[in-house]
């Protein structure tokens, strides 16, 4: 749609929580008269969306898969790993990711970004690690952490005021860094109205 019409935005809940309701100020501050939609889902969903032209532009974690989707990345976060404050592993730097191998983690559904990303690293080093939790909530996560449940891997937006209230705890992988892009999403075929092209600019910085 055009500036003075909708806008439909989809995004991952990590940046559909912490970042997506910045950015639709600004743009409401360029285009007084636009209406944004947004729908929030994990990576995956919000792809298919694209494809099934749902919504105009996505915001997600990560790249995207299909040769349909066009993808502009722009600096993201970083993944932390997180276990109770008590925890042996409350602080430390591991020399090997092999030693999660017997913990019990708690960790996103199948799609998400943040799971396509650990799920990638433990193959790489043909590891298995068994999710005794398998959730689309975050703050259901960072609570089964939080009360010794288990041990997770999460965007540290999420995990930050967790962490400075000491209800959990940092842990660290000798060598492994887990910083990551995000990316602006659109249909290759699909013609982008101005506030799009504008919602795009801010996510990269450049507005």
Not at 119 to 138: C, F, H, K, M, T
Request: hydrophobic share 40%.
């Amino acid at each position: 749609m055009d500036a003075m019409g909708r806008l439909k935005v989809g995004t991952s809940i990590t940046i559909g929580t912490y970042l997506l309701p910045g950015y639709i100020k600004k743009l409401k501050q360029q285009y007084p008269a636009l209406k944004v939609e947004a729908s929030i889902a994990n990576s995956g969903t919000i792809e298919q969306q694209i494809l099934d032209n749902d919504i105009d532009v996505g915001i997600i974690e990560g790249v995207a898969h299909s040769p349909f989707i066009l993808s502009e990345s722009f600096a993201g976060d970083r993944l932390v790993f997180i276990c109770p404050a008590g925890h042996e592993f409350a602080g430390k730097t591991l020399e090997e990711l092999s030693e999660v191998r017997n913990q019990d983690f708690i960790l996103r559904e199948k799609g998400s970004a943040g799971r396509e990303i650990f799920d990638g690293i433990l193959a790489a080093q043909e590891l298995n690690v068994r999710p005794i939790w398998q959730s689309a909530s975050n703050q259901a996560i960072i609570h089964g952490v939080k009360e010794g449940l288990g041990i997770s891997i999460l965007p540290y937006f999420l995990v930050q005021e967790s962490l400075e209230r000491g209800e959990t705890a940092e842990f660290k992988i000798k060598g492994l860094t887990l910083n990551r892009k995000f990316s602006v999403i659109y249909h290759r075929n699909k013609f982008l109205p101005k506030s799009a092209m504008a919602l795009m600019d801010l996510c990269k910085g450049n507005a």
